[in-house]
């Protein structure tokens, strides 16, 4: 018998691919090891619990092996006792017992069993099998639309990531592992910690109270930072980096949606130079400026900071992106620049809250298995802007239920902070106590999974859109730079990782960017 392609396997009717549509090829099954499978979780007790959460009933190639299990899976659910006559009673009930073979076929099922002992083992098998049978129909489903010239590759890409990673996500599962490993780990954390100069457990910002309530961004930890426009966002996320990545050598990546790599390293020339961003767009410098351009640049050579700018970003490839990262260039950080314009292109969603959903759990999901932090940067939503009245202290102040678009966000992550500048809000230096609010920037740390919450204050310069601690005076600042300048710096790579050979600050050769 022919096939057509629309009666190809799939997921929803549970259809076995038959020899014709692999071009005589038989797919992977074992008939004997399902129905062994089944007779085992009719004789033995606790069975089904070894095996409930390694099979569905789809996982079996023969349908009548399938609605069996479907069976076995509704009296377990029901926590009702599983052997052959409640079985035979369940597939009465379901209108498939005649379908499957009747009850002499459940008879024989249960007597070419001897023993469930291995029923784990016989289970991981079909399993596996499953898994090949939907690798399969997955390639057979890709050819076809390849072969179509109506679709778009581009889309039939994403399609294809995102089907592959959804089949990934469903069938890998992590073992448990017993504490005392566990503990010897987290031991020889804390030792390493205590041997810090810097007394941190994490990553170090550069900015000092911060660091002290954080102990450092730790590893696997999804952080969002959030704000409504103008806050902010992008200048801390920047200055975090360039302190990072040029104070303290940790390889960082940032993933631009918003704005190019230009504009980006734009940016990080007014942050580090100390020259406003109208100059360095318009190139309108005085020769002391070209001067201090040309000398305080240096520090940005030599910096381990990848940004890709690709727009649209979907969550499948920040993955591959990430992984490569990671494992070329032992990138320690992630920053994504927002979380609201990525996609997850290639599946089906009821609503762009879901989708949001989707993809800060998936960020999370991506923290863990690569074992870095990750900071999100997100927008709060409008509701910011109608609260509190403008002579209040604390009216405009962002909180958990700001965040836009989906309470996934809030419940995916370990901390959630917000930038709030009370003088962008008030029009004044001064708040209604009296205290000076020129150029004060409140971190708030709103939720913090592993440790308290607090606020942390930053001194702002707009001029350079650059985050600074609170403490240190814009003179202290400049002091400082001017010192390090004069230690001398090398010249290295900023690389873009979707750009072109035109679209990054070169290495040892490399001309100067201006």
């Known amino acids: 018998m022919e096939y057509t392609n629309n009666q190809r396997y799939s997921k929803k009717n549970s259809k076995p691919l038959v020899a014709d549509e692999l071009g005589g090829r038989i797919p992977p099954r074992d008939k004997e090891l399902e129905e062994a499978v089944l007779g085992a979780l009719m004789l033995e007790k606790d069975a089904y619990t070894?095996?409930?959460?390694?099979?569905?009933?789809?996982?079996?190639?023969?349908?009548?092996?399938?609605?069996?299990?479907?069976?076995?899976?509704?009296?377990?659910?029901?926590?009702k006792p599983i052997d052959m006559l409640t079985v035979t009673e369940q597939l009465r009930l379901d209108g498939t017992l005649?379908?499957?073979?009747?009850?002499?076929?459940?008879?024989?099922l249960t007597s070419r069993v001897l023993s469930g002992a291995n029923v784990e083992y016989h289970a991981r098998i079909v399993a596996q099998k499953y898994l090949a049978r939907e690798l399969i129909s997955f390639a057979s489903e890709i050819e076809k639309q390849a072969y179509d010239q109506s679709n778009d590759v581009d889309d039939l890409l994403q399609a294809a990531e995102g089907k592959l990673f959804e089949i990934s996500q469903r069938n890998v599962k992590k073992d448990v592992t017993q504490i005392d490993p566990v503990i010897g780990q987290a031991i020889m954390q804390i030792q390493a910690s205590a041997n810090r100069t810097s007394g941190l457990s994490g990553l170090e910002t550069g900015y000092h109270e911060l660091?002290?309530?954080?102990?450092?961004?730790?590893?696997?930890?999804?952080?969002?930072i959030a704000a409504r426009p103008a806050m902010g966002k992008t200048a801390f996320v920047l200055?975090?980096?360039?302190?990072?990545?040029?104070?303290?050598?940790?390889?960082?990546?940032?993933?631009?949606?918003?704005?190019?790599?230009?504009?980006?390293?734009?940016?990080?020339?007014?942050?580090?130079?100390?020259?406003?961003?109208?100059?360095?767009?318009?190139?309108?410098?005085?020769?002391?400026?070209?001067?201090?351009?040309?000398?305080?640049?240096?520090?940005?050579?030599?910096?381990?900071?990848?940004?890709?700018?690709?727009?649209?970003?979907?969550?499948?490839?920040?993955?591959?992106k990430a992984r490569r990262l990671v494992r070329e260039h032992d990138v320690k950080f992630i920053i994504i620049d927002y979380l609201q314009l990525m996609n997850a292109t290639g599946m089906k969603f009821g609503s762009r809250e879901q989708e949001v959903s989707m993809i800060s759990r998936n960020l999370k999901q991506l923290a863990k298995e690569l074992?870095?932090?990750?900071?999100?940067?997100?927008?709060?939503?409008?509701?910011?802007?109608?609260r509190?009245?403008?002579?209040?202290k604390d009216g405009k102040r962002p909180q958990l239920s700001d965040l836009r678009e989906s309470?996934?966000?809030?419940?995916?992550?370990?901390?959630?902070?917000?930038?709030?500048?009370?003088?962008?809000?008030?029009?004044?230096?001064?708040?209604?106590?009296?205290?000076?609010?020129?150029?004060?920037?409140?971190?708030?740390?709103?939720?913090?999974?592993?440790?308290?919450?607090?606020?942390?204050?930053?001194?702002?310069?707009?001029?350079?859109?650059?985050?600074?601690?609170?403490?240190?005076?814009?003179?202290?600042?400049?002091?400082?730079?001017?010192?390090?300048?004069?230690?001398?710096?090398?010249?290295?790579?900023?690389t873009n990782l979707s750009g072109g050979s035109g679209d990054f600050l070169g290495g040892d050769d490399a001309p100067p960017p201006f």
């Open 50 to 79: 070894i095996v409930c959460d390694i099979l569905k009933p789809e996982c079996f190639y023969e349908p009548a092996n399938g609605k069996i299990y479907e069976a076995i899976q509704h009296l377990g659910a029901a926590q």
């Open 239 to 320: 200055s975090m980096a360039k302190n990072m990545a040029v104070n303290y050598n940790i390889p960082i990546a940032i993933f631009s949606l918003e704005m190019s790599n230009l504009q980006l390293v734009n940016r990080l020339i007014s942050n580090v130079c100390e020259l406003g961003g109208e100059k360095i767009k318009s190139g309108q410098l005085s020769p002391v400026e070209w001067d201090q351009l040309m000398s305080r640049i240096k520090q940005l050579y030599g910096a381990q900071l990848y940004i890709d700018d690709t727009p649209s970003l979907s969550i499948f490839e920040l993955r591959t």
């Open 98 to 108: 005649d379908s499957v073979g009747g009850p002499v076929f459940i008879s024989e």
């Open 388 to 392: 509190g009245d403008s002579s209040g």
């Open 211 to 224: 660091d002290k309530l954080t102990s450092g961004w730790q590893n696997s930890d999804l952080i969002i």
């Open 371 to 386: 074992n870095i932090p990750i900071v999100a940067l997100s927008q709060l939503n409008r509701s910011v802007e109608n």
């Open 407 to 494: 309470g996934a966000i809030e419940q995916d992550a370990d901390i959630v902070c917000f930038i709030h500048r009370p003088e962008y809000y008030l029009r004044a230096t001064e708040d209604g106590e009296g205290n000076d609010i020129r150029g004060l920037a409140e971190f708030i740390v709103a939720k913090h999974r592993s440790g308290r919450v607090d606020d942390v204050k930053l001194r702002f310069r707009k001029e350079f859109a650059r985050f600074e601690n609170w403490e240190e005076s814009p003179a202290m600042t400049t002091a400082s730079v001017g010192s390090r300048l004069n230690e001398g710096g090398g010249i290295g790579t900023v």
